[in-house]
């Protein structure tokens, strides 16, 4: 009938063209080449769902924005944060090759190190109920404390999952005494 019954397609095999007529999708559904209906929303999603994987052939190459990478399949944009982080988050892994031990450690404090020490975040994104960690790790320990709340920085306070932290904005960085704020040294 023109419709895979057996994952490997054998009960297909050898028919003649024009045979049964084959029932149609349903119209938010996409028909694959073996005659397998599947969402539409699959078709093109990086993810093989028909048994034959004609859902995934004939796809465009993905336009990325500056902030996102280009995965080597050409059809999936990513965070450019997510490079190098230790996860497999392009389909082909391509995310994580060349990946040197160097380039998974540089998180300058005040920024937080997470994820196995391979993704640095921004101070003002710890502890704001938004996990950006894979582990969570931004959003716990010392979170809850509002130890900005007493807030003796010179510049900007900062909840961390260590306590508070103060740190300066552009232009300056934190002195010695960890409260105050001078110019950046050129």
């Not at 993810?47 to 465009?60: F, N, T, W, Y």
């Not at 399949?73 to 230790?86: H, K, L, M, Y």
């Not at 552009?170 to 001078?182: M, Y």
Request: charged letters at 30%.
């Amino acid at each position: 009938n023109g419709v895979w019954d057996c994952p490997d397609g054998s009960d297909e095999a050898n028919c003649t063209a024009g045979g049964t007529d084959v029932p149609p999708c349903h119209k938010d559904e996409f028909r694959c080449e073996g005659g397998q209906c599947i969402q539409k929303a699959w078709r093109c999603d990086f993810k093989q769902d028909c048994l034959d994987g004609s859902d995934e052939r004939g796809c465009g190459n993905a336009t990325c924005s500056s902030s996102e990478y280009l995965c080597d399949n050409r059809q999936e944009c990513i965070p450019a944060s997510f490079v190098c982080d230790s996860d497999h988050d392009c389909v082909d892994n391509s995310d994580e090759k060349n990946c040197s031990a160097v380039s998974r450690i540089k998180c300058l404090a005040p920024n937080h190190l997470c994820d196995n020490n391979s993704r640095c975040v921004e101070i003002t994104k710890l502890c704001d109920k938004n996990p950006d960690c894979k582990d969570g790790s931004d959003e716990g320990g010392r979170c809850e404390e509002g130890l900005c709340f007493f807030n003796d920085c010179e510049d900007s306070c900062q909840n961390t999952p260590y306590g508070k932290s103060c740190y300066c904005k552009d232009g300056l960085q934190l002195a010695v005494d960890g409260r105050s704020c001078t110019d950046k040294k050129p």
